[in-house]
Nanobody, 118 residues
Framework: QVQLVESGGGSVQTGGSLRLSCAASGRTYSKWCMGWFHQAPGKDHELVARIDRAGTTWYRDSVKDRFTISKDNAKNTLYLQMNSLKSEDTAMYYC?????????????WGQGTQVTVS
């Protein structure tokens, strides 16, 4: 059974940093596509960053040069380092994984962790 558990969210001042973690269990995720989404109040989920099985990364324009996605295959853990945080980064952040496709749709999701920037 695929299980994704996010942690590391919280409240931070503008310009601050947070590191989100996603502990994945139930599978070996080294060859999976994994990503981070966010959802602000009243808005749809948006893909923030993803990393494919080759380690190639993609970021949405609004977070480029501020966020870094990485994966520790030995620990089955996905990370999102968020620097220079802005108020518009305030959202629920979700970890997602897929073992077939690596696009904007993911089959498996975590429960989310809240990030508030003020």
């Amino acid at each position: 059974q695929v299980q994704l558990v996010e942690s590391g969210g919280g409240s931070v001042q503008t310009g601050g940093s947070l590191r989100l973690s996603c502990a994945a269990s139930g599978r070996t995720y080294s060859k999976w596509c994994m990503g981070w989404f966010h959802q602000a109040p009243g808005k749809d989920h948006e893909l923030v960053a993803r990393i494919d099985r080759a380690g190639t990364t993609w970021y949405r324009d609004s977070v480029k040069d501020r966020f870094t996605i990485s994966k520790d295959n030995a620990k089955n853990t996905l990370y999102l380092q968020m620097n220079s945080l802005k108020s518009e980064d305030t959202a629920m952040y979700y970890c997602a994984a897929d073992n077939i496709y690596c696009g904007t749709g993911f089959a498996y999701w975590g429960q989310g962790t809240q990030v508030t920037v003020s």
